[in-house]
């Protein structure tokens, strides 16, 4: 199962939240654990129960996500990190962003990286906080280079860098290890590129501000 997350980061414009699921599900197997599972058939293991919670997350059922996918992290002793992740992502699509947060950062802890920086996101750009564990995390991206392979992680660094009291020194960074693919794939998209001229504009980087404004300018017909 893939997926894209969008948060709309500026409050005078409303909450604004896009989530697209994509089920790669070829040869039916997740269909087919659905139906097993909701006709009670047979006996499903963990990997078949977290397949069928995909299947839901796909079609929108929210609810029936979250609960099987809570059933399986409690069968689990909550070390299946996926198992931890999709029920971050339940949470999430059902709008309860603190215990999303709080599930992400858990399956951050057990391994995935992706949701490391979901917990990031969520907690910058919806709860407004940042603390020193989302400033490592950032801080490993940006050095690693992730943040010009990920639009996930590009928003999480520069929703830390919004929020965060010390953003200033994190920012600087960001913008000193951004690389031209990252103003190709990500300053480009809603948001992102909003976000980054605020930023700019906010610490007093008008070269940067006008070299991204003109890039926007060209790619969306508009300088933010």
């Given at each position: 199962?893939?997926?894209?997350?969008?948060?709309?980061?500026?409050?005078?414009?409303?909450?604004?939240?896009?989530?697209?699921?994509?089920?790669?599900?070829?040869?039916?197997?997740?269909?087919?654990?659905?139906?097993?599972?909701?006709?009670?058939?047979?006996?499903?293991?963990?990997?078949?129960?977290?397949?069928?919670?995909?299947?839901?997350?796909?079609?929108?059922?929210?609810?029936?996500?979250?609960?099987?996918?809570?059933?399986?992290?409690?069968?689990?002793?909550?070390?299946?990190?996926?198992?931890?992740?999709?029920?971050?992502?339940?949470?999430?699509?059902?709008?309860d962003y603190q215990a999303s947060a709080t599930t992400m950062q858990k399956a951050g802890k057990l391994g995935i990286r992706r949701a490391a920086?979901?917990?990031?996101?969520?907690?910058?750009?919806?709860?407004?906080?940042?603390?020193?564990?989302?400033?490592?995390t950032v801080r490993e991206a940006i050095k690693s280079g992730e943040i010009n392979e990920s639009g996930t992680v590009a928003y999480a660094a520069l929703g830390f860098c919004s929020v965060a009291t010390n953003g200033l020194a994190s920012f600087q960074m960001f913008v000193e290890n951004k690389t031209k693919k990252m103003d190709q794939l990500f300053l480009t998209r809603p948001g992102i590129g909003e976000v980054y001229l605020f930023l700019c504009r906010k610490h007093g980087n008008k070269e940067e501000y006008e070299r991204v404004g003109k890039l926007l300018g060209s790619t969306t017909g508009t300088v933010r």
């Open positions: 199962m893939d997926f894209s997350f969008y948060i709309n980061p500026f409050k005078n414009r409303g909450t604004i939240i896009e989530l697209q699921f994509a089920l790669d599900d070829p040869g039916g197997l997740a269909a087919e654990s659905t139906k097993a599972f909701e006709m009670r058939s047979r006996q499903l293991d963990a990997d078949e129960k977290l397949d069928v919670i995909k299947w839901y997350l796909s079609k929108c059922r929210f609810v029936d996500a979250e609960k099987l996918a809570s059933q399986v992290v409690s069968e689990t002793d909550g070390m299946k990190p996926e198992a931890v992740f999709v029920l971050g992502m339940a949470q999430l699509c059902r709008g920086y979901m917990h990031v996101y969520i907690s910058t750009h919806v709860l407004e906080r940042a603390d020193k564990e989302m400033e490592d």
